[in-house]
């Protein structure tokens, strides 16, 4: 195996061209070496653009290449059972984006295709590769802000104007839970250390945008009566916060899960220490992803995150959508 881990990217999404292309060439250990599209022509006007050597005309031709080890997978969300799993069968390791699916069943379809295959799999929340996520937790650990009592978290953004934005398609895993609501409910499982035990929310469904969640509040319950508190939303101010509350004092983090590696990236904590402010390297965190991916690779070093871990987060996610859909509580 190469010491540089060789990616292909499975279609030319924004957050490809934006955000993980420029991520996995600012990593260690990984470099892109291709590019595909359902067209030859769009593929070689994506490869041009972003510099990259190789673009391939379909997804199935990149698939074929013995010159890539892994591929990243930006497509819609209804797709990304499909290409994961044309993917291991090809022998590539794969990054998904999130939500890795469109549901809980596909998401354990996945995983047990990647390992029956040998090949890794991870769902690309880049936030909690971010240094800071494990400051936050040593801090939580180490009881400055006193028993964990709750989480409040948003991430809200207005899009609405844009009614052909494919996060307006139902059918396609569309709407505000799935593309940011996944970030509250992810990160509450990461800092409780637990799997919740019922969901309640409620959303406005816009039929301008497809009848899709445009706004969804909920109310998490976990183990030993914590709760996460959360909003999301594509049709609202933009917005992207995180508040833990404990008995003794409270974390906040500003820019919670989407931050620029330019900027500030510190949090603040008011607890048994007093107040103070915790300085946080500047870094990529895509980059940071893309470099743990390939050391379970290339090291067979364990990952930071399970694949499994997937499966739980949209267990959460399609209870939350059922919850507002229905309008009642959901016990998981």
Same mark, same amino acid.
């Given at each position: 195996? !190469?010491?540089?881990?060789?990616?292909?990217?499975?279609?030319?999404?924004?957050?490809?061209?934006?955000?993980?292309?420029?991520?996995?060439?600012?990593?260690?250990?990984?470099?892109?070496?291709?590019?595909?599209?359902?067209?030859?022509?769009?593929?070689?006007?994506?490869?041009?653009?972003?510099?990259?050597?190789?673009?391939?005309?379909?997804?199935?031709?990149?698939?074929?290449?013995?010159?890539?080890?892994?591929?990243?997978?930006?497509?819609?969300?209804?797709?990304?059972?499909?290409?994961?799993?044309?993917?291991?069968?090809?022998?590539?390791?794969?990054?998904?984006?999130?939500?890795?699916?469109?549901?809980?069943?596909?998401?354990?379809?996945?995983?047990?295709?990647?390992?029956?295959?040998?090949?890794?799999?991870?769902?690309?929340?880049?936030?909690?590769?971010?240094?800071?996520?494990?400051?936050?937790?040593?801090?939580?650990?180490?009881?400055?802000?006193?028993?964990?009592?709750?989480?409040?978290?948003?991430?809200?953004?207005?899009?609405?104007?844009?009614?052909?934005?494919?996060?307006?398609?139902?059918?396609?895993?569309?709407?505000?839970?799935?593309?940011?609501?996944?970030?509250?409910?992810?990160?509450?499982?990461?800092?409780?250390?637990?799997?919740?035990?019922?969901?309640?929310?409620?959303?406005?469904?816009?039929?301008?945008?497809?009848?899709?969640?445009?706004?969804?509040?909920?109310?998490?319950?976990?183990? !030993?009566?914590?709760?996460?508190?959360?909003?999301?939303?594509?049709?609202?101010?933009?917005? !992207?916060?995180?508040?833990?509350?404990?008995?003794?004092?409270?974390?906040?983090?500003?820019?919670?899960?989407?931050?620029?590696?330019?900027?500030?990236?510190?949090?603040?904590?008011?607890?048994?220490?007093?107040?103070?402010?915790?300085?946080?390297?500047?870094?990529?965190?895509?980059?940071?992803?893309?470099?743990?991916?390939?050391?379970?690779?290339?090291?067979?070093?364990?990952?930071?995150?399970?694949?499994?871990?997937?499966?739980?987060?949209?267990?959460?996610?399609?209870?939350?959508?059922?919850?507002?859909?229905?309008?009642?509580?959901?016990?998981?």
């Amino acid at each position: 195996m !190469n010491q540089t881990l060789r990616w292909g990217i499975l279609g030319t999404a924004s957050i490809a061209k934006r955000s993980v292309i420029p991520g996995i060439r600012g990593s260690i250990r990984n470099e892109v070496v291709a590019i595909a599209s359902r067209n030859q022509e769009k593929a070689d006007e994506a490869a041009k653009e972003l510099h990259i050597e190789n673009a391939f005309g379909s997804y199935e031709a990149l698939l074929a290449s013995d010159d890539i080890d892994a591929v990243y997978i930006p497509l819609p969300n209804h797709l990304h059972l499909e290409w994961t799993l044309r993917a291991a069968e090809a022998g590539k390791h794969i990054l998904c984006e999130k939500p890795i699916a469109l549901n809980s069943a596909e998401a354990e379809k996945m995983v047990e295709a990647c390992q029956k295959a040998g090949v890794h799999l991870a769902e690309a929340f880049m936030y909690r590769h971010h240094p800071r996520y494990q400051m936050i937790q040593d801090a939580i650990q180490s009881g400055e802000i006193g028993e964990l009592r709750g989480i409040h978290a948003n991430f809200t953004f207005n899009s609405a104007a844009n009614t052909e934005n494919i996060r307006y398609h139902k059918d396609w895993g569309g709407g505000s839970l799935y593309d940011v609501g996944c970030y509250p409910i992810s990160v509450a499982r990461l800092l409780i250390g637990q799997e919740p035990e019922a969901v309640t929310a409620q959303a406005l469904f816009s039929e301008k945008h497809g009848g899709v969640d445009m706004m969804t509040s909920g109310f998490v319950e976990f183990p !030993n009566s914590i709760s996460l508190i959360f909003d999301c939303g594509m049709w609202a101010a933009f917005r !992207n916060e995180m508040e833990v509350l404990g008995t003794d004092g409270v974390l906040k983090v500003p820019s919670a899960f989407a931050s620029d590696p330019d900027t500030d990236s510190s949090f603040s904590i008011t607890g048994k220490l007093g107040n103070r402010v915790v300085e946080v390297p500047r870094v990529n965190h895509y980059a940071l992803m893309a470099d743990d991916f390939a050391d379970v690779v290339l090291d067979g070093s364990k990952p930071k995150f399970d694949p499994q871990d997937a499966v739980f987060n949209m267990k959460v996610l399609e209870s939350a959508l059922r919850s507002a859909e229905q309008r009642k509580r959901i016990e998981l």
